[in-house]
């Protein structure tokens, strides 16, 4: 695993950029994993700039959403579907019709798992995975106690997650109690994991999933078995990485053919 520690949230979303940037310019038919919340923001922001100034190209890409809330329209502001389009797909102006989210309101849930996860491989599989981390730890929904070998399915988000996210909506209990989440195992399978945290609130859950036992008490901690993932943190989300200086020394001095 590369850890990356970078001074501000923006150079971490510049950093994060940069790498799916260089995907994309290899490949301009890639796969990209794409994650909600905060913390991947600044990404879509930096790539968006890129965009407008056509230094960057997303019309022939594909785009699959990590997760989405089950239980509230498609049209509400909060959906991953509205988000997903206003943050992602308008502002890098990717093919609509190449970018999917979970069908949240899908009345057979599990053939709506069972197809997402078919489209991801009639895609070819996810080129680069985009993610953030909850603060219990999780990655896409995968709540703790999450299998490693999980697939796409319906998970009951933790209350953690629930008072977390109540900031999107206008009161706590609004806040859906189930959500459709790409597995453990469906972000295994992606070519490269990106992983951006940002704050302070970050620290603990970047810390054990970094350096903590691979554990399903923290799901984020499956990235180290995972051949090429990349964890991007701003100072106050390293602050409790017990081998920070180790990880800035090798940043310093990579060599320029892995960059
Ligand atoms: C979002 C997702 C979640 C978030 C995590 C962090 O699609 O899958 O794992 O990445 O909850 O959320 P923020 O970035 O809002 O702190």
Known sequence: MEIIILPTP??????????????????SDAVIGLATGSS??????????????????FSQTSG??????????????????SVIRTEVVEPLR?????????????????AACAAYEQAIRDAGGIDIQILGIGGNGHVGFNEPSSSFASRTRI??????????????????????THCLTQGLGTIMDARRLVLVAQGEKKADAVAAAVEGPVASS??????????HATVIV????????????????TYANKPDWQL
């Open 10 to 27: 923006a150079e971490v979303g510049v950093a994060a950029a940069e790498a799916i940037a260089r995907v994309v310019a290899r490949k």
């Open 218 to 227: 923290c799901p984020g901690s499956v990235l180290q078995f995972h051949e």
């Open 234 to 249: 701003d100072e106050a989300a390293a602050s409790k990485l017990r081998l920070a200086d180790y990880y800035r020394y």
């Open 155 to 176: 998970k009951t988000l933790a209350p953690k997650t629930r008072a977390d996210n109540a900031r999107f909506f206008d009161s706590p209990e609004q806040v859906p």
């Open 40 to 57: 991947p923001l600044n990404i879509y922001a930096e790539l968006a700039g890129r965009v407008a100034a056509d230094e960057l190209d």
């Open 94 to 110: 990717m093919d609509p019709e190449r970018v999917h989210v979970p069908d949240g309101r899908a009345t057979d849930i599990e």
């Open 64 to 81: 699959f959403a990590l997760d989405e809330y089950v239980g509230i329209p498609l049209d509400h502001p909060q959906s991953y579907h």
